[in-house]
Nanobody, 124 residues
């Protein structure tokens, strides 16, 4: 049974940094596409970043490009390094297994499994 368990969410001041982690069990992380999504109160869940098989191909939503970095290690853990955080980054962040190809990477309907979410709150 595949499980995704996120951690690392916290409350920080604007301009600060956080690193989110997603521990993957029951699946070989390197053989699949993984991503991070987020959902703010009253808004739809949106794709933040994705990393594809082999780790060579990555994509980011425009609002986080240059500030966030998605990566993974050999221990089956996915990361999201978030720098220069802004209040608009406040949301619940979800680890996701599976993603669409090309520009469809951020579509929720391609995700096959979600983590339980971790809260990130950025104050001004």
């Amino acid at each position: 049974q595949v499980q995704l368990v996120e951690s690392g969410g916290d409350s920080v001041q604007a301009g600060g940094s956080l690193r989110l982690s997603c521990a993957v069990s029951g699946y070989t992380l390197s053989a699949y596409c993984m991503g991070w999504f987020r959902q703010a109160p009253g808004k739809e869940r949106e794709g933040v970043a994705v990393i594809r098989t082999g780790g060579e191909l990555r994509a980011y939503t425009d609002s986080v490009a240059g500030r966030f970095t998605i990566s993974r290690d050999n221990a089956n853990t996915l990361y999201l390094q978030m720098n220069s955080l802004k209040p608009e980054d406040t949301a619940a962040y979800y680890c996701a297994l599976g993603c669409g190809s090309g520009s469809s990477w951020s579509r929720r309907d391609y995700v096959q499994l979600w983590g339980q979410g971790t809260q990130v709150t950025v104050s001004s």
